[in-house]
């Protein structure tokens, strides 16, 4: 009997932005792998939250060195950009599954036809979600630094020694940081303590909570 594994990942970003749940990219990859007549064990299902920016995957590891010793005929994906979304690490991985005789089932694109037309347009599509990706970084690094110019506080919880408190400019609401007088007493000693009684920060941790 041939068999296959079925790789999913997600990222929170490709759950809100692309709707990629795992459970959806498992049923639509099982699915796939039955109606081809691949068998597929319930351990050979790969499911992780990881970035897919990286080769260092602890179940995209375990997969390749099934690959790597001939255990699997087939591995499953439910997008290209499951795999990998850097260029680089898609073109190692097909690579490697090519020399060890793997087939790459992709669910949105079933086709595995090994034609120059094909491999074009999968670089081009990995090529196109690695730019979106950057332009997101580079989107996000922009706005963070805009509300740090404008004084306005990222998101996240609010830092010791602050308070988030409403403010009214230019006719905008906005929440913008100010001086927690009470907690800055206690960095102020906090820092008097690292200083000049040389505290490290668990000994500091340990007295304040004494």
């Avoid at 296959?4 to 759950?15: F, G, N």
């Avoid at 109606?35 to 990286?54: A, P, R």
């Avoid at 580079?138 to 988030?164: D, M, N």
Wanted: aromatic share 6%; hydrophobic share 40%; with cysteine.
């Amino acid at each position: 009997a041939r068999s296959a594994v079925i790789y999913c990942r997600v990222s929170t970003s490709d759950q809100a932005d692309k709707g990629f749940s795992l459970t959806t990219q498992r049923e639509a990859c099982l699915t796939a792998a039955q109606k081809t007549g691949y068998t597929v064990l319930e351990h050979h299902i790969f499911c992780e939250d990881y970035t897919g920016t990286s080769l260092r995957r602890p179940l995209l590891t375990v997969l390749r060195g099934l690959v790597r010793d001939h255990v699997i005929h087939a591995v499953f994906i439910y997008d290209l950009d499951r795999l990998s979304q850097k260029l680089a690490h898609k073109l190692l991985l097909l690579e490697e599954f090519e020399q060890a005789g793997v087939v790459l089932c992709e669910v949105l694109n079933p086709t595995t036809a090994k034609t120059p037309e094909n491999a074009l347009l999968g670089n081009m599509r990995t090529m196109i979600a690695e730019y979106e990706r950057e332009k997101l970084l580079e989107r996000t690094f922009r706005g963070l630094v805009g509300r740090a110019k404008s004084g306005r506080p990222p998101g996240g919880p609010t830092p010791l020694g602050l308070r988030r408190i409403s403010e009214t400019v230019n006719g905008k609401t906005c929440t913008v940081f100010a001086i927690d007088l009470e907690e800055a007493d206690l960095i102020r000693h906090m820092t008097h303590l690292c200083l000049h009684n040389n505290l490290s920060v668990k000994a500091i941790a340990k007295h304040l909570t004494s």
